[in-house]
């Protein structure tokens, strides 16, 4: 790394998301003191800061010069009131101990800022000066940049949490209205819609799981222990009763308590349970085969009325779920789409930029909606989905818009923030088809074992997936001008055999040599005749049959049956 790289040092957030936690909570008495009985209190989706800026506040006022001195002459509290002191000097060095480099400057790189280390300490030793003075103007500083020109943009780490996105809808629906080969019968299209405010920072964070199966093992829920929101949480119950007290002529034991209470959050202070730790993710007895993570961002024009581009970045980690990137549009409030087209690249990328469509432009909104489908499906292959959505802030503050594949210096870790994630329904695809397709081949086993290789290819197959076939031979009343795949009124059907919730390796013969079977006993008429072959594609996933795929497949019957 260049030496003249400027540096850019700011505050880490105290937590990466906005925290729901149950916190045992002491009441806080008349006289000043806390009770010895706790309550059980949940706390939802809390910033964590807003609570630390509350309580460094109440600090500065609590030893505002005219306070100090007062409760300094109260009999017996000077001790007190240097204890407090101490702790001040511990939450201030914690303050600066969170001042960290905006950008990842590892230790492992091939050429690492030989400055940073004492760029850092120096930055933090000016913080910390500025703490003995107030404790709440540390958080008025976003960042601190060293070596820094005019030329040089400041990255300001996004401090606001991102709120959760919203899954709008998820649907199923046949790739192809109409097919033309064979091939298209079975392909289906999974479909999300979702919203979020998708500010420039934000990495929308996709994964679309396909076949989720139960499994055996169950996650436990961790023990929660105690830390720096706990303490906080304690405070901020009895805050604003404990300052109604400290305003007292004789607040000897409210005064107390602040300093028992500032004590234990000193203590604290350094002290966070990851996100992990502090719960369990409740669908934790599910497992998807296949699943594909994108990284989706939105670039705004420089007006900030419109959307630029979107990029997505895909996981290269995590096959299974095919490789073809989803159609994206813009869904506007009065329900009409803007498409954006993927733009080509010159060498294979696993990121990809999108741009509307030549001569759309796509309004940009505090809150967007935008549609991601997933095109070519194969129904035997993928039996259900669904969507989990979370988001990143502050990942890639040097993301070029214009060139989106390119590798930037990394946000450091300290300085993402995330939202909880959002999990959707899983949902399964039925696809039913009432137009007859044609099967070929030069007889009836060779045209029935292709259709189901070209339908269901068994090297994709779902394990264990069943289909229920029946064969149906079907001839002409009366002559007509219907094409022999299409319904008429002129023509029967007769069953012929039925091969219920079987596996489709064997299928094939099973139903020929019924077939045969019955051409050998009855002599049908072959001039006008066909077979129509009626498929069910049962669910392996599920834990009724459940119907995926429906279908009709017809097949001209030729002389040369009997003997085939």
């Known amino acids: 790394m260049s030496e003249s790289m400027p540096q850019f040092f700011a505050l880490a957030p105290l937590y990466d998301h906005l925290v729901t936690r149950q916190v045992d909570i002491k009441s806080l008495g008349d006289d000043g003191t806390l009770g010895d009985a706790t309550v059980p209190t949940i706390f939802t989706a809390i910033d964590v800061e807003l609570w630390a800026r509350r309580f460094l506040g109440d600090m500065d006022r609590f030893l505002a010069p005219s306070a100090s001195a007062r409760i300094k002459g109260l009999l017996g509290l000077s001790a007190v009131l240097a204890h407090v002191i101490d702790s001040k000097r511990n939450i201030a060095s914690g303050i600066a101990d969170q001042l960290q480099g905006v950008f990842d400057y590892s230790v492992d790189e091939t050429d690492p800022d030989p400055l940073y280390q004492k760029g850092l ?169 296949a699943s594909r993570t994108f990284g989706f961002r939105v670039t705004y024009s420089e007006n900030g009325k419109l959307i630029e581009s979107v990029s997505l970045t895909r996981d290269p980690s995590q096959p299974g779920s095919g490789d073809t990137w989803p159609a994206v549009e813009v869904m506007l409030p009065d329900g009409v789409s803007v498409p954006l087209i993927a733009q080509p690249s010159d060498a294979p990328s696993h990121t990809i930029g999108y741009l509307p469509k030549n001569g759309t432009e796509a309004p940009a909104f505090a809150r967007q909606t935008l549609q991601l489908t997933w095109h070519g499906l194969e129904v035997a292959a993928f039996q259900n989905a669904r969507a989990c959505l979370s988001i990143v802030r502050n990942e890639d503050l040097l993301h070029d818009p214009s060139h989106p594949e390119n590798t930037k210096l990394r946000t450091n870790p300290v300085f993402l923030l995330k939202a909880g994630e959002v999990v959707g329904n899983s949902i399964v695809p039925l696809i039913e088809r009432y137009h007859q397709q044609e099967i070929k081949g030069a007889t009836l086993l060779a045209a029935l074992d292709d259709a189901i290789q070209t339908l269901f290819p068994p090297d994709r197959l779902v394990a264990n997936t069943r289909a229920t076939w029946q064969l149906d031979y079907s001839y002409e009343l009366a002559r007509s001008d219907t094409p022999l795949g299409d319904y008429s009124p002129i023509r029967a059907r007769v069953p012929v055999t039925l091969y219920p919730d079987g596996p489709l390796a064997g299928a094939a013969q099973v139903l020929a040599k019924a077939g045969e079977g019955w051409i050998d006993n009855f002599q049908p008429a072959f001039d006008g005749g066909s077979w129509i072959l009626s498929v069910t594609l049962h669910s392996a996933l599920e834990s009724a049959e459940r119907p995926l795929f429906t279908a009709e497949l017809f097949y001209p019957i030729k002389k040369d049956d009997a003997a085939s």
């Open 121 to 289: 300490q120096d930055a933090r030793n000016t913080l910390a000066q500025l703490l003995n003075g107030s404790l709440i103007k540390a958080y008025d500083i976003p960042v601190i940049g060293q070596y820094a020109t005019a030329a040089d943009p400041v990255p300001v780490p996004f401090r606001i949490h991102p709120l959760p996105p919203t899954i709008v809808d998820q649907a199923i629906l046949p790739t192809f209205d109409s097919t033309d080969v064979l091939q298209q019968l079975s392909l289906w299209s999974y479909k999300l819609t979702f919203a979020h405010e998708c500010a420039h920072q934000d990495m929308v964070r996709i994964t679309t799981q396909f076949n989720r199966s139960s499994r055996v093992s169950q996650q436990s829920p961790s023990q929660i222990g105690v830390d720096l929101f706990n303490t906080l949480a304690q405070y901020m119950a009895v805050a604003d009763k404990l300052w109604m007290l400290l305003d007292k002529a004789s607040p000897v034991n409210a005064v107390k308590t602040f300093a028992d209470l500032v004590a234990t959050i000193a203590n604290h202070w350094t002290i966070r349970l990851s996100h992990s730790e502090s719960g369990h993710r409740p669908d934790g007895s599910f497992a998807a085969q």
